[in-house]
């Protein structure tokens, strides 16, 4: 970790069964024979599709660029002590995958696991992702949330997901599932005490600040970590396209409900968004609650990947140097 303890991380995913068997390569115009380039043109599999020879390659360049941390999207890539049921063909045992963190840890990169809970993305739930709100659900995610704890060392954050769990995201699904009101309150607020039980301090998408804003700033407790996300390439409010706005005013008003944050930027669709983002929240959030930046660059970790995504890592670096430059220079 650096001096002003900002952390600088990158998301990379295990496990990809986040996204629906759907022809979601219709809705986001992904080419033929290109979804597996695009998490969310992916569909359900029954094995492993992370290589682990470009997941080595792609770790071993953060580390080389001086990132500090590895954020791990772990689904169906681990066989869950509490849970072997939910593994899939090459999922990675406990030993094995300790072994790994053990790795990145020497490298200088801090490991953080991700369990995304949202509606939308809880396929590597399996036959769980149908029970949502039951009392099975709720001990089969305690479950998982215990062994995350202790298969990472008891790590400092867990990322919950929470993300795009509205209907707009899920219309071209077979099921769609969306906690709305009190329900969605309930989970919410379980998944921050449970998620604190077990000695971590949880984080999550900032998407529903987007829509019930005033709600949610009254109502989340300030415990969770807040990663509001924004993939764009516009800065000025002046300029900035209406629908894009939120995002940007929602940094805004997190900081000034006094919420700590981690901000993430993307390559999705533009270069210039992560240098852009991290300017921006420079001059907006309150250093005291600006905990760093995360990269998210949404691709599977496979060979015809690597390249892109060394280069997203090398745009952190490239804004860490330009933004923060280390003492003296």
Known sequence: ???????????????????????????????PGKSEDYLSGTSVADHVRCDPNSWRVVTDHAADKGLNMIMIDVGEALIYPSHPELAVKGSWD????RAELARLRSRGLEPIPKLNFSA????????????????????????LIRDVAEVFDHPRFLHIGYDEEDFG?????????????ELWWHDFLW???????????????????????????RRCPKVLLQSNWYYRQ???FETI???????????IALDKAGFDQLPCGSVWACDENFPGLVEFCRKH???????????????????SNDARQNKAIDIVADARKRFYPPSGV
């Open 1 to 31: 970790m650096e001096k002003n303890g900002l952390i600088w991380g990158d998301l990379l995913h295990f496990g990809y069964n986040m996204w629906h068997n759907t022809p979601r390569e219709r809705a986001f115009n992904i080419p």
């Open 94 to 97: 406990v030993d094995r995958f």
């Open 120 to 143: 939308c993305h809880d396929t590597w739930l399996g036959e769980y992702e149908r029970m949502v709100s039951t009392p099975t659900y709720y001990k089969v995610c305690a479950d």
């Open 169 to 181: 995201n899920q219309r071209m699904n077979e099921l769609a599932i969306v906690r709305n009101g």
């Open 191 to 217: 998944f921050i005490k449970t998620v604190e039980d077990a000695g971590m301090r949880p984080m999550a998408w900032s998407d529903y600040c987007w829509r019930h804003r005033d709600e949610y700033l």
């Open 234 to 236: 516009w800065f000025d």
């Open 241 to 251: 396209p209406p629908q894009r706005k939120i995002h940007l005013e929602t940094f």
């Open 285 to 303: 959030i309150d250093p005291s609650r600006l905990k760093g930046f995360l990269m998210a660059p949404w691709m599977m970790c496979k060979p």
